[in-house]
């Protein structure tokens, strides 16, 4: 008698318990020279949300009637000025259309503002703008090479955006392509347009030998020879 | 429903209207002064056709263009190939312009002024994305039209260019009219020919104002950071990045046959024409519709006025028709100072005003404006005056046409 013995599989659910926020909610950062606060004109909700060396890390961010792929896990943090997330928006880069991650805030006060998406630096092309204005980047905002940005150029009352446009899969792989497969074309070319002037030469050459061994008969050599020396002086 | 003319289907019979239509033109054209403009203008047609090739293969019922969503020139035909790394177009020096729908070639002129700015190492474009920096587009578009320059010179304003096939039609629309052409003096044809070189230096050097921060790092002008889309959203695309198309007639002409064929939607593109001059749109500016009804009127008094300033024609002529490319050019207009007459009949039929080839005592009169449409080589009484040579090797000569009246 064989007797099977099944192993009794358990699925195992960690419950997380999610937040609601609403804009009336503030949180708050300890400053020397006064808190700064954190807030969101939308609504909510987080898993986790906890402050961490003068920064709110959010676990799990939500927003109402908002564009995002998956949750957020964001860490925000303000000096000297108040803060006030209005707007989120992430959508995944697809084989050939960028993705996106976008933040608008609104703030209070001349100070510095950081922002991290989790989003590393060299996985798209950001860009901080200040009332429609693009802010070049050391001029105002910076992004450490966690995914980080700093913005510093960001006056009281003012809404910025910072936004990352993720490459596409398909152009991802083309940056990771070896030296000569990136650079294929100005190579092709190159050679292309090489192999052209050398042609040209050639036949610029072969040209040039073609008067010397012309048909005109000898006792008219001297007037072909005199017509070509007063094209060379025209020239 | 949205469908398309596959190009297995359509290349073939593209290629079979070429070769019947040359034959047909040079078999039955019976006036020997017309038989070269004859197959000219079919070439200048059949070239205009495949230079907007999108326009005849489709894909038609599209959703037209609009502020969002898919747009004409969002199309291009045969391009693809190239990948990230040069997904505008081939470079081929004709007013290819970049605002039409499913180009095959893009017009340099467009391609160099955006990859300076807005576009320097910067990798999205117009709904494409650029792997290579700014300089490598750049030196990609200065060897292609180095290299075709120096095979085929100006042959590209005469023979190809989609906005010389419209200026020959206004001449023939003025002929309709048995009405002469006005003709420029020499002065001031010579100060034309020269504000080519103006042109290329202003919109170069604009260009590289507007794209510092970019490439030196330093913002010369507020709000000109690098990026084309991004910078369309605080508002600098139509009013700063590739200036000479703000200015270039062939934009409005494209946009006018997009919108007559309705791929464009006119009350989105007048909306943004209206107001005053300086207030620049997307697709079409005040100041480019102003330059094509100022050329268009003009032309019909002088012929192929716009290629005598034109900075793209400037450009091939800088890579054919000088030192040290003169030397070396391929395709040479020749003149045989012992046939020639001096009756002046060349110089009097240029369409840009050439004299080289009347006043030059013989050999190679191949000149900056000269753009090889060989009109004046089919129109010489004199037989083998004056010749057209590629490589040396005659392809057209002129003929004794007299002799047939």
Known sequence: MITLVLPEICYIVEAQTETAFTPTDKFNIPGTSGPSTISFSINGTYMQASIENGAWKFVGLSFRNLTQQGKLNLTVSAQDSNVTITSYRATNATESGMGSVRISYLVEGNGTQTFNFGVTPNVGYWSVIVQRVYLPQYGGWDISSDGKVTVTGATSGVVVTIMCYTYSTSYADALSQPFYAQHSVILAVGVGVFAVVALCLVIWRVNLRAPRQSKVPRHNRSLTIKHVSMESTER | ?405
């Open chain 2, 1 to 405: 429903m949205v469908w398309e003319i596959s190009a297995t289907i359509a290349l073939p019979i593209f290629s079979v209207i070429i070769l019947v239509g040359i034959f047909c033109i040079l078999k039955f054209t019976k006036n020997k002064t017309k038989n070269v403009s004859n197959l000219r203008l079919f070439v200048q047609i059949i070239a205009t056709v495949a230079i907007f090739m999108g326009l005849v293969l489709g894909p038609f019922d599209l959703p037209r263009m609009a502020p969002l969503g898919p747009s004409p020139r969002d199309r291009l035909v045969g391009a693809g190939f190239l990948g990230y790394q040069f997904p505008d177009g081939v470079s081929v020096p004709v007013l290819a312009c970049y605002y039409a729908n499913g180009r095959t070639v893009t017009c340099p002129i467009w391609q160099i002024q955006a990859y300076i700015f807005p576009f320097w190492n910067f990798p999205r474009g117009y709904d494409v994305f650029y792997s290579t920096s700014g300089l490598e587009k750049l030196g990609i578009v200065f060897a292609l039209v180095i290299g075709m320059s120096l095979i085929l010179g100006r042959f590209f304003c005469g023979w190809l260019c989609p906005f010389g096939l419209y200026m020959d039609l206004l001449t023939r629309v003025r002929k309709v009219f048995r009405t002469r052409h006005l003709t420029l003096s020499e002065k001031t044809n010579t100060m034309l020919g020269q504000l080519r070189w103006i042109i290329i230096a202003i919109f170069l050097i604009l260009s590289v104002i507007f794209g510092s921060y970019a490439i030196f790092g330093t913002q010369i002008i507020p709000g000109t950071i690098a990026g084309g889309p991004l910078g369309a959203e605080a508002g600098i695309v139509g009013n700063l990045n590739e200036p000479f198309c703000l200015v270039c007639p062939m934009r409005p002409l494209c946009v006018g046959v997009l919108t007559a064929l309705g791929y464009m939607k006119w009350s989105y593109v007048s909306q943004i024409t209206y107001g005053p001059f300086w207030i620049t749109g997307f697709y079409i500016t005040s100041i480019n519709l102003a330059v094509l009804i100022a050329i268009t009127i003009l032309s019909l008094a002088y012929t192929r006025l716009f290629c005598r300033i034109c900075p793209l024609g400037g450009l091939t002529a800088l890579f054919s028709s000088f030192t040290p490319f003169k030397q070396i050019a391929v395709t040479r207009l020749v003149k045989d100072e012992e046939k020639c007459t001096k009756c002046g009949i060349c110089k009097r039929v240029c369409p840009t005003g050439a004299t080289q080839m009347y006043e030059k005592k013989g050999g190679d009169v191949t000149e900056s404006r000269c753009m090889l449409c060989a009109r004046c080589v089919e129109m010489c009484p004199e037989k083998g005056a004056l010749t057209v040579k590629v490589a040396g090797k005659t392809v057209f000569k002129s003929r004794n046409w007299l002799e047939s009246l």
